[in-house]
């Protein structure tokens, strides 16, 4: 099992940064692929950005591409999402989210993940 924190969300003006943090506890964190998701309010929570367990595969969805990036450290323990470009419409609690990785590539469904963290949140002003 892993437990997950998330940190780094704040308030920003449109055309900003921010770089979320998720740190992990718990055995074996190399194992596990992770994710980004967001929740604007009123919305579904919505997949952002994934990578696999060794770090060498991403994905993203087509609403952050080329703007977000996200990245790992095993030895840290850590998941980042570097979130540059910011727009009003990003505005959202941002999740962390881990699951045992299998081989597969990287899964963007919100349900195949078991383990969350509390999130954080983070407000674009236009």
């Known amino acids: 099992q892993v437990q997950l924190v998330e940190s780094g969300g704040g308030l920003v003006q449109a055309e900003g940064s921010l770089r979320l943090s998720c740190a992990a506890s718990g055995r074996a964190f190399s194992s596990y692929d992770m994710g980004w998701f967001r929740q604007a309010p009123g919305k579904e929570r919505e997949f952002v950005a994934g990578i696999n367990a060794g770090g060498g595969r991403t994905s993203y969805a087509d609403s952050v591409k080329g703007r977000f990036t996200i990245s790992r450290d095993n030895a840290k323990n850590t998941v980042y999402l570097q979130m540059n470009s910011l727009k009003p419409d990003d505005t959202a609690d941002y999740y962390c989210?881990?699951?045992?990785?299998?081989?597969?590539?990287?899964?963007?469904?919100?349900?195949?993940?078991?383990?969350w963290g509390q999130g954080t949140q983070v407000t674009v002003s236009s």
């Open positions: 989210a881990a699951r045992m990785s299998v081989g597969i590539p990287v899964v963007t469904t919100r349900t195949m993940y078991p383990y």
